[in-house]
């Protein structure tokens, strides 16, 4: 190669170089830009400005913000700052959930779960609950829980409704921490196991859950002899606190 193609074939690499760096820059601008949006957004939700927060949000969905789309569905689902509108609602739920968000995805199953802006399908909610339950969103584990618990959507199998609440209950639900302290506590798709039944009622119980609570109160108070053979040795330390 000679020397002036050399330099022009340089020249043209750094041309190159220079384009992709800006480029990159950009991106990243743009990407601090938009978290900024977002936070102010969701501030402005925290305070009850809710007309604000949809003056924020709707641009970034409009670009295909998935957390963006699913915010300003809440908003039209709940009316707040906005008309409410289930169908609009259900809109952006599904622009969301089509990309993957797993936040939009448990919307959307509510959405058909209770026939808001579409007809009722436990079927389609159990499909999207499911969408967003593997990828660790507890919300969607919890319900996913409760749809094999009742057979609704999914066929009926208490197992795999423990396996769900399971989930979601170490992730820190207290309402699946109660649920799966009562099927431990009865043997309902998980080995009778009275030391794992106070184990969850003491964890949902120590986040105000009233249900566990009365629960834990309930199994506290039960003689240890035969009733709750596994948990002699849990009884007086989780009772005592």
């Not at 509108?85 to 089509?98: I, M």
């Not at 119980?205 to 009233?210: D, P």
Request: charged share 15%; proline share 2%; hydrophobic share 45%.
């Amino acid at each position: 190669m000679s020397g002036t193609k050399l330099s022009a074939w340089l020249g043209a690499v750094a041309l190159a170089l220079c384009g992709t760096l800006a480029l990159g820059q950009d991106a990243a601008v743009e990407a601090d830009v938009t978290q900024a949006a977002l936070a102010d957004a969701t501030q402005a939700y925290n305070d009850g400005d809710f007309l604000s927060a949809y003056s924020l949000w709707r641009p970034l969905a409009q670009a295909g913000n998935a957390e963006a789309m699913t915010n300003v569905g809440i908003l039209a689902r709940y009316g707040l700052g906005i008309v409410q509108d289930f169908a609009e609602a259900l809109r952006w739920y599904q622009q969301a959930a089509d990309q993957g968000y797993a936040r939009g995805q448990f919307q959307l199953g509510l959405m058909h779960e209770y026939g808001l802006g579409v007809l009722q399908s436990d079927t389609d909610a159990a499909r999207w609950y499911q969408a967003s339950a593997v990828q660790g969103y507890v919300r969607a584990q919890f319900a996913l829980g409760v749809l094999f618990a009742q057979g609704r959507g999914v066929p009926l199998n208490v197992e795999e409704a423990a396996r769900w609440y399971r989930l979601a209950a170490e992730q820190g639900d207290a309402n699946a921490q109660n649920i799966l302290g009562r099927q431990y506590a009865t043997g309902e798709g998980v080995p009778l196991d009275a030391a794992q039944a106070l184990h969850w009622y003491a964890l949902a119980a120590r986040q105000g859950h009233a249900d566990a609570q009365e629960n834990l109160r309930a199994a506290c108070a039960v003689e240890p002899v035969g009733a709750y053979p596994k948990g002699i040795k849990a009884l007086p330390a989780i009772c005592a606190q």
